[in-house]
């Protein structure tokens, strides 16, 4: 049966690295070695600086790169500091101790030679050519990141991605890693009803405190408010920040009929489930976009009588109530 995973697990991706090294070394004559080294050289920038193709290729190396702590100053339009992991250092120092490595051109290559070269080595390992082409290498390294528990903020930061591409990234990644993210951001709250992950699209600035719109995967849109001292902590002004957020179950007010409030955000959804009491009750709703909602209920002007499996809804709640987390 084909494999239909779009990343590499970790097995697979430690046995390209290994292959990798042995190809390297798989060669008689010093100019072929030189060869080899830059192509593994290019691989290795790919694999544990999760960097673009685009950005490696003629990047003067030796400019960027500290070989004693590993510290990448990444040029381009996505400049960015990243630090390799120090394990891996002794392959840098080996390949940029080679005379050739001095020349500034020593990364310039042809794209479409060295994507043949990722897809040969794959080989090897009899990993097919759609998860070992550059990109697929360089999410997983970013996958690697998140499961040793690196902030989500800190990944993004880390790919040198906007929003709207991090969003592709954890598309692209697969439902399992949203799952994940979504899984963490469950246990910090010690909830499992109404986490959500989206981008900080705008800031809007008051005296005291700062309205982030948060705009979910799924095109929902949705208004969070915290102190400037907390926005600062976030740093979501630069990055459009991909974040996770909670809606508590007890924020949301459910009304049957769209009316203006003067709480921030308001969402139309179809309840799916109705659990009551006399004194209170419990409500699941679904949004349009497929998004679940858990809605803790109390008997005012609404009877419970008025609500059903497949009735529409508007659930309305407080921006300050939303919790955000980076």
């Given at each position: 049966m084909?494999?239909?995973?779009?990343?590499?697990?970790?097995?697979?991706?430690?046995?390209?690295?290994?292959?990798?090294?042995?190809?390297?070394?798989?060669?008689?004559t010093?100019a072929?070695?030189?060869?080899?080294?830059?192509?593994?050289?290019?691989?290795?920038?790919?694999?544990?600086?999760?960097?673009?193709?685009?950005?490696?290729?003629?990047m003067?190396?030796?400019n960027?790169?500290?070989?004693?702590?590993?510290?990448?100053?990444?040029?381009?339009?996505?400049?960015?500091?990243?630090?390799?992991?120090?394990?891996?250092?002794?392959?840098?120092?080996?390949?940029?101790?080679?005379?050739?490595?001095?020349?500034?051109?020593?990364l310039?290559?042809?794209?479409?030679?060295?994507?043949k070269?990722?897809?040969?080595?794959?080989?090897?390992?009899?990993?097919?050519?759609?998860?070992?082409?550059?990109?697929?290498?360089?999410?997983?390294?970013?996958?690697?990141?998140?499961?040793?528990?690196?902030?989500?903020?800190?990944?993004q930061?880390?790919?040198?991605?906007?929003?709207?591409?991090?969003?592709?990234?954890?598309?692209?990644?697969?439902?399992?890693?949203?799952?994940?993210?979504?899984?963490?951001?469950?246990?910090?709250?010690?909830?499992?009803?109404?986490?959500?992950?989206g981008?900080?699209?705008?800031?809007?600035?008051?005296?005291?405190?700062?309205?982030?719109?948060?705009?979910?995967?799924?095109?929902?849109?949705?208004?969070?408010q915290?102190?400037?001292?907390?926005l600062?902590?976030?740093?979501?002004?630069?990055?459009?920040?991909?974040?996770t957020?909670?809606?508590?179950?007890?924020?949301?007010?459910?009304?049957?009929?769209?009316?203006?409030?003067?709480?921030?955000?308001?969402?139309?959804?179809?309840?799916?489930?109705?659990?009551?009491?006399?004194?209170?009750?419990?409500?699941?709703?679904?949004?349009?976009?497929?998004?679940?909602?858990?809605?803790?209920?109390?008997?005012?002007?609404?009877?419970?009588?008025?609500?059903?499996?497949?009735?529409?809804?508007?659930?309305?709640?407080?921006?300050?109530?939303?919790?955000?987390?980076?």
């Amino acid at each position: 049966m084909a494999n239909t995973r779009q990343t590499l697990d970790p097995e697979e991706l430690a046995n390209l690295t290994l292959a990798w090294e042995a190809w390297e070394q798989a060669v008689s004559t010093p100019a072929r070695r030189v060869v080899r080294a830059r192509l593994h050289l290019v691989f290795l920038l790919v694999r544990f600086g999760a960097l673009r193709l685009k950005e490696v290729l003629g990047m003067p190396v030796r400019n960027c790169l500290d070989l004693q702590s590993g510290l990448l100053s990444v040029p381009g339009d996505n400049a960015r500091d990243i630090m390799l992991p120090l394990g891996c250092m002794h392959h840098f120092r080996r390949i940029l101790s080679l005379p050739e490595a001095e020349a500034a051109d020593f990364l310039s290559l042809d794209e479409g030679f060295v994507r043949k070269k990722f897809y040969l080595v794959a080989e090897t390992c009899d990993i097919e050519p759609a998860r070992a082409a550059p990109r697929a290498i360089r999410y997983a390294r970013a996958i690697e990141l998140i499961f040793l528990h690196v902030p989500l903020s800190m990944v993004q930061k880390y790919l040198g991605q906007p929003g709207p591409a991090m969003g592709f990234f954890l598309n692209f990644a697969g439902g399992d890693l949203r799952s994940y993210i979504v899984s963490r951001a469950r246990e910090r709250n010690g909830s499992r009803d109404n986490i959500f992950v989206g981008i900080a699209t705008r800031a809007k600035m008051g005296l005291r405190r700062a309205e982030i719109e948060i705009t979910t995967f799924e095109n929902t849109t949705v208004y969070a408010q915290v102190s400037l001292d907390r926005l600062q902590d976030l740093d979501l002004g630069e990055h459009r920040q991909v974040v996770t957020f909670h809606i508590p179950p007890q924020a949301l007010v459910l009304s049957l009929e769209p009316c203006p409030t003067s709480l921030g955000n308001c969402l139309e959804a179809t309840l799916t489930s109705l659990h009551a009491d006399a004194v209170e009750g419990f409500a699941s709703a679904r949004l349009d976009d497929g998004s679940a909602l858990g809605v803790a209920l109390e008997w005012g002007a609404i009877p419970p009588s008025q609500l059903y499996e497949g009735r529409r809804v508007w659930l309305h709640f407080a921006a300050a109530s939303v919790e955000l987390q980076p």
